[in-house]
C-alpha cells in the first residue's frame, strides 16, 4: 500500500513537473527568440508576460476542435496521444535527484526520485519507448489522408529511424564502461569526482548523442518533419486545438528527456564538486541535488534552444548523409574503442585523446572528400 | 536576349578546410551572433497601441475637403479628382451656388468617398486645381459597416475640422479665393514620378535589362 502510494505521489510529482515546465520552457524559448531577434517576445498577459502559458493552454482547450471529414478517425485521434504518451513514458526511469534519498511525507509514503527504481534496462527501456515515438507521426501524417502531413511523415519515420542508430550507439560505449545499463548505476559511477563524469571519456558520444537526440526530437536544425516552407505543417497540418497541442506537447518533453539524459549520461547528473557529492550530508541535501541537476538540464534546454535558433535547417540528403556517412560509422568507432580499452585493461584517461583523434579524422575524411569532389567537377566542366 | 558575356562573373566554389568540413566554428560563430543579441538587447519594436508610430510627413492618409476663410467648402466641383482617381472612389454631385458667392459658379452637392475602394495614392489631390482635397495623417479610422466607412461631404468636413490645427497636416494654401490653377502663367513641366540620377547603377546598363556589379 506504501509503495503503491509513493509510486502514485512520484508518478503525480514528475507529471506534473513536466508539464509545467513544459509550458513554461515555450515562453523561455519564446522570450528567448525574442531577445536574439531585437524582439520583445510576449508580453500582453501578466507581468512580463508571464500569464502566457496559461493564456496558450487556455486557448488550446476552448478552441474548436476540427476532425476533418476525410480522416480516419480512431487513428486521428490515438496518433497524438502516442507522441505524449511515449515521451512520458520514457520518463519513468529516469532519476531526477539522488535515488539513495528520498522524501518521506508523514511516514504514509514518501517521495522518490524516481518512477521506477531498479529497472536495470533502463536505457533500452528509453530508446524502445521513444522509438514509438515515430508511430505518433506516422500515423497521424497517414490518418490525415492529406498528401502533404503523409510527406513530413514519411520524412520523419526516415530521420527518426536513421537517428536511432547512432543515439544507440553513442550510448553503448557509456553502458560498457559503467558495466550496466541501470540509469542509476550510470549516474552513481559519476558522482566521486568531477573526472567521473562521462564527457571526460566521451566526449564524442556526448557529440554524437546530443545531436542524434536533436534529430530524435524533430528540433530546428532537424525539424525536417515540420519544415513550414515546403509542407505546410508536416504530419499535424490536419490537427487543431487540443490534439495539436498533445503534439507540441510531446516534443518539448522529448526535449526534455533528451536534456535529462544528457546531463545524467555525461555531464555527471546531480553531481557538482564541492555542493552537491555522494559524501555530503548536510540537511537539505536532496534538494540541493534535485537543483543541481535541474540546473543541468535547464542549460542543456537552453543551449538546444540556442541552436534552434542559430542553425539553418539541413537539406533532406544532407540530413541522411549526416546520419549514414557520419555518425554511425564514427560512434561505431567509438563502441570499439570503448572495448578495446575495457578489454586490455588500458587507462580509461586514453579514451579522450583517442575520441578527439577520431573527431579529427572524420573532419580530414571530410574535407578530403570534399576535394575530390571539387576536383572531380573541374575536371567534367573545363 | 542573351546576357553579354562582360557582365557575367564566374564564381569558383570556395575550398573548404579542416575545421569548416567540422561545422564547429560556423556553429560558434552562429551562436556568438545570437547570444551577443541576447546579451546586448535592444528591442526594435514599437509597442503600437500605446506608442504611436512617427509618420513621414509626405503620409497619405484619410482625406479631408479643406474649407475656405469664410468656412465654406472650397471644392467647386470640377470632378478633376474623381476623374484621376484610379480606383473610382470618388462620388461628386454638383450643385450651383447661392447667388452672393460671387467667386465661384458650383459646388458639391454631395461629395463621397469609398475610403475602402481608395488606394491612398494621392493622385486626387495631385489633381485638385484649388487645394480642396488634401490627405491627413489619420490612418487609423475604422467603421462597423462598409457604410461606415463611405465619408460623405459632413464627416470629411469633420476631417479639416480635426486636422487643420495639426503641424502634420498643413493646410497647403491659405488663400481665401480660388482658381490657383489659373494663377500660373505657364504650368510646370511635368517631371517623372521617380527620377533616375545619373550615377545610378540602372542608368547605365552595360546591356539593357542587366544590372552589372
Redesign the interface.
Known amino acids: 500500500m506504501t509503495e503503491l502510494l509513493t509510486t502514485l505521489i512520484t508518478i503525480g510529482a514528475v507529471l506534473g513537473g513536466t508539464l509545467g515546465a513544459c509550458s513554461y520552457l515555450i515562453y523561455v524559448e519564446r522570450k528567448l527568440s525574442a531577445f536574439m531577434q531585437d524582439r520583445v517576445g510576449p508580453n500582453r498577459v501578466g507581468p512580463y508576460g508571464l500569464f502566457q502559458p496559461l493564456a496558450d493552454g487556455l486557448k488550446f482547450l476552448l478552441k474548436e476542435d476540427i476532425i476533418p471529414d476525410h480522416v480516419n478517425k480512431v487513428m486521428f485521434l490515438i496518433a497524438p496521444t502516442i507522441s505524449v504518451f511515449t515521451t512520458l513514458l520514457a520518463f519513468s526511469v529516469v532519476p531526477f535527484g539522488d535515488v539513495a534519498q528520498s522524501l518521506d511525507l508523514a511516514g504514509l509514503a514518501s517521495l522518490r526520485f524516481i518512477i521506477a527504481p531498479n529497472v536495470d534496462i533502463g536505457i533500452v527501456f528509453i530508446f524502445a519507448i521513444t522509438s514509438l515515438a515515430v508511430y505518433g507521426i506516422i500515423l497521424g501524417g497517414w490518418a490525415s489522408n492529406n498528401k502533404y502531413s503523409a510527406l513530413g511523415s514519411l520524412r520523419a519515420s526516415a530521420q527518426v529511424v536513421s537517428y536511432e542508430i547512432p543515439l544507440g550507439m553513442s550510448v553503448l560505449g557509456i553502458a560498457l564502461m559503467a558495466g550496466t545499463l541501470n540509469l542509476e548505476s550510470v549516474l552513481g559511477k559519476q558522482t566521486g569526482s568531477i573526472f567521473d563524469w562521462n564527457i571526460w571519456y566521451q566526449p564524442l558520444a556526448c557529440l554524437i548523442f546530443f545531436t542524434a537526440a536533436l534529430a530524435e526530437s524533430n528540433r530546428m536544425p532537424f525539424d525536417l518533419p515540420e519544415c513550414e516552407q515546403e509542407l505546410v505543417g508536416g504530419y499535424h497540418t490536419e490537427y487543431s486545438a487540443l490534439k495539436f497541442a498533445l503534439f507540441f506537447l510531446g516534443e518539448y518533453t522529448h526535449v526534455v528527456t533528451v536534456s535529462f539524459l544528457t546531463a545524467i549520461l555525461f555531464l555527471g547528473g546531480w553531481h557538482l564538486p564541492f555542493v552537491a557529492e555522494a559524501a555530503s550530508a548536510y540537511p537539505g541535501v536532496m534538494f540541493v541535488k534535485i537543483g543541481v541537476l535541474m540546473l543541468k538540464v535547464f542549460l542543456v534546454i537552453v543551449f538546444i534552444m540556442l541552436l534552434r535558433w542559430t542553425i539553418p535547417r539541413f537539406r533532406f540528403d544532407q540530413l541522411m548523409g549526416l546520419a549514414w556517412k557520419v555518425m554511425i560509422p564514427l560512434s561505431m568507432a567509438n563502441v570499439v574503442v570503448v572495448m578495446t580499452v575495457k578489454q586490455f585493461g588500458i587507462n580509461q584517461w586514453w579514451l579522450l585523446p583517442i575520441s578527439l583523434g577520431l573527431f579529427a579524422a572524420a573532419g580530414a575524411i571530410g574535407v578530403a572528400s570534399k576535394q575530390a569532389e571539387l576536383n572531380q567537377r573541374s575536371v567534367t566542366t573545363h | 536576349m542573351p546576357i553579354d558575356s562582360k557582365d557575367v562573373t564566374w564564381v569558383v566554389?570556395p575550398?573548404?578546410?579542416?575545421?569548416e568540413?567540422?561545422f564547429l566554428p560556423a556553429?560558434v560563430a552562429?551562436?556568438r551572433?545570437?547570444?551577443s543579441?541576447?546579451t546586448n538587447?535592444?528591442?526594435?519594436?514599437q509597442?503600437y497601441p500605446e506608442e504611436k508610430p512617427e509618420l513621414p510627413l509626405h503620409y497619405r492618409g484619410l482625406h479631408r475637403l479643406n474649407k475656405d476663410d469664410q468656412g465654406r467648402v472650397k471644392c467647386v466641383a470640377c470632378f478633376m479628382c474623381s476623374t484621376a482617381c484610379p480606383a473610382n472612389c470618388i462620388d461628386i454631385v454638383a450643385q450651383d451656388t447661392p447667388a452672393e458667392w460671387t467667386d465661384r459658379d458650383k459646388m458639391p452637392k454631395t461629395f463621397v468617398i469609398d475610403e475602402l475602394r481608395c488606394i491612398y495614392c494621392g493622385m486626387c489631390e495631385e489633381a485638385c486645381p484649388c487645394d480642396a482635397i488634401e490627405l491627413t495623417h489619420i490612418y487609423d479610422h475604422t467603421g462597423f459597416t462598409r457604410d461606415d466607412m463611405r465619408f460623405d461631404k459632413i464627416k470629411l468636413l469633420e476631417v479639416f475640422d480635426k486636422t487643420k490645427d495639426n503641424p502634420k497636416d498643413p493646410v497647403r494654401t491659405h488663400r481665401g479665393r480660388l482658381g490657383v490653377a489659373s494663377d500660373f502663367a505657364a504650368l510646370p513641366t511635368l517631371a517623372p514620378a521617380t527620377s533616375v540620377a545619373g550615377n545610378d547603377r540602372a542608368a547605365k546598363a552595360p546591356t539593357a535589362g542587366v544590372i552589372a556589379r
Open positions: 566554389e575550398t573548404i578546410g579542416f575545421w568540413a567540422s556553429i552562429g551562436l551572433t545570437t547570444i543579441h541576447v538587447y535592444k528591442p526594435v519594436t509597442q
